[in-house]
């Protein structure tokens, strides 16, 4: 088979020597054994913070959104920034899933599944935002086209808002089918392997009877490949429907063409620092270093370099448009972020997305763990910067001198976020616990990757 | 419904593709052979036919793209314009978007929805397990025992690297 040409060129996927079995038992028997201590500790420490989210969001929503920190300038602050930057975290799952399947990149097998589950669990926490800011979240159904007694008074189909709705919720949608999807020939084998009668009728109905057939195999290669190739312009349609919520209005420094591309690199930035965080916490806490190897931490690195490269230069394009466009109000909003009173905030975003990614051009520190986690939780927060710098500066000072405002966070709106940060650890948690964390029938087909025949 | 079936089984997915090739020169059908990971090359050597779901993908994708794209004409020209600052009722780039996702929207759950179908797959199903170690290690090759001389075929397949071979009585058209 082509997979097992020798090359020096060719690192090995999986680095130790394994049989099908032995990978099945490294990957699989985690789900049988009792939990360990740290998952112990780590899930209930989220639970707990979920929980005060949870009470913090009740209580905003039955107070209303007077709670927040917002004024009649600054309509949109750490809502909308934090829901762009879980949006912008969920993007990495799909594009190593979908894009890299295309690209035929054998190295994704070890990644995509616990990347695919973390882009599902950004997306339901991006989610949350916009529903808390609708004010009456029981009332979301408005936002759907459906024939009222109003008329029918439809909803406004041009506007980038409901572009953003019918988007998020056809990627969470598509996204979570993919990955389920995938999950099938994974969960059938925890059914055939598990001695428990109880573990033995719940993965039976979860993996829809599965049981290897060629025929089925055929199909399903076929499904990955049609869900890739539509996931691929989804994955960029998304962002770049998400930053016309933006591009489309007449505020200083929204109102540029740049924002779809920029808006995408961010994206996978920002995705692909948290699947590096994630990855290195998983692979040392679940004992998969085999797996998820040193070598595919240093080609997250390669993307997080040329796409925080890209932000970049993005980030410089938009200064120089800014000053050549002649517009001085589009003059000031720039020359406002990196002076004015959120300098801060500025400087924070250019220090972590445009200079902390550099360093991945060295390969000894692209391959040293604790320095890549460290510099993925700097993109994490240098990403968040982003949206803020975008949205508060901008709407803090506009056209008006007499209605400029400044804006800080309440508590309510900080234990929101930090409530979101409780569900996505919980949701993640609860993931490698009971489902498989790596795409075991993936891997298997990888084995052979630059390795010679038995 | 029960049927014999000679199963054999492999341990190595070179071995059970080449004595595919092998089984598939002597004109002998192969039932299903049941593989933990998908090996390439095997479902073009059993001469399976080529998937039918891509032209779902299309037939929907196109459904879901006139839909959309007429349903948002509908609502601003017909049902009900409504002036948005002066922006034109036949305004066909903001359709765009909606038209786009409602397409990959449509497209992509019908695929999934025809892959569980075509397969027979669904939330509960207890499907014929020969072993279970057929979705861990086992590449296991069922042939129809009518459609060919056991002893012959045995051989074969032992010749092969089968580690066994055996007839049993088995449903696996579930």
Known sequence: ?454 | MKKDYVIATFECDEKVLHATEKVVAKNIDIYDIYTPFPVHGLDEAMGIKRSILPYVTLLAGLTGMILAFSFQMWVFNISWPVNFGGKPFMSVPSFLPITFEFTVLLGAHTTVAAFLAINKLFPGKQPTIIDPAQTEDKFIMAIDKEKANVDDLTNLLKEQGAVQVEVQNLDLSI
């Open chain 1, 1 to 454: 088979m082509s997979d097992a040409h020798v090359s020096k060129f060719r690192q090995k996927l999986i680095t130790e020597d394994r049989s099908y079995k032995q990978i099945s038992e490294d990957i699989l028997d985690t789900l049988e054994a009792p939990p360990t201590k740290g998952w112990f500790i780590g899930f209930s420490l989220s639970a707990l913070v979920l929980t005060i989210g949870t009470i913090v969001i009740l209580y905003q929503v039955t107070t209303g959104i007077g709670t927040w920190g917002l004024n009649k300038t600054i309509g949109w602050s750490w809502d909308i920034t934090n829901f762009v930057f879980w949006v912008g975290i969920g993007h990495a799952g799909t594009l190593i899933s979908a894009i890299l399947l295309i690209f035929r990149q054998r190295w994704r097998t070890g990644i995509n599944r616990a990347a695919e589950a973390m882009t599902i669990f950004a997306v339901a926490c991006a989610g949350i935002f916009p529903l808390i800011h609708a004010g009456r979240p029981w009332l979301l159904y408005w936002v759907f086209p459906y024939p009222n007694t109003r008329g029918s008074l439809w909803v406004n189909f041009h506007s980038p808002l409901l572009w953003d709705v019918v988007a998020i919720s056809t990627y969470l949608t598509v996204s979570l089918v993919f990955w389920y999807m995938g999950l099938l020939p994974d969960l059938a084998s925890v059914r055939d392997r598990t001695k428990s009668k109880m573990r033995k009728f719940i993965y039976g109905i979860a993996s829809f009877g599965w049981n290897g057939s060629t025929k089925t195999w055929h199909h399903f290669e076929v499904l990955s490949l049609i869900l890739a190739g539509l996931a691929t312009p989804l994955v960029l349609s998304v962002h770049t429907i998400v930053s016309f919520d933006f591009a489309t209005s007449v505020i200083p420094g929204w109102h540029t063409t740049i924002f779809p591309p920029y808006f995408v690199a961010g994206a996978i930035f920002s995705g692909f620092a948290m699947v590096c965080t994630l990855m290195i916490l998983t692979r040392k806490i679940m004992n998969w270093e085999n797996y998820i190897t040193v070598g595919h931490i240093d080609a997250m690195c390669k993307v997080i370099t040329l796409t925080g490269t890209l932000v970049g230069l993005a980030y410089g394009t938009e200064f120089f448009i800014a000053w050549y466009s002649g517009n001085e109000y589009e003059q000031y909003a720039f020359i406002n972020r990196a002076t004015g009173p959120y300098w801060w905030a500025y400087w924070s975003m250019i220090s972590c997305n445009v200079i902390s990614p550099q360093f991945f051009w060295f390969k000894k520190l692209r391959r040293n763990m604790t320095f890549v986690f460290i510099i993925s939780i700097f993109v994490n927060i240098g990403m968040w910067f982003e949206r803020f710098v975008i949205i508060t500066t901008s709407l803090h000072r506009d056209y008006l001198p007499s209605s400029w405002a400044m804006y800080s966070p309440t508590w309510v709106e900080i234990w929101t976020f930090i409530g979101t940060f409780g569900l996505f650890f919980t949701l993640f948690f609860l993931f490698i616990r009971f489902l498989p964390g790596i795409a075991v029938a993936e891997v298997k087909s990888v084995y052979r990757y630059a390795r010679e025949n038995k």
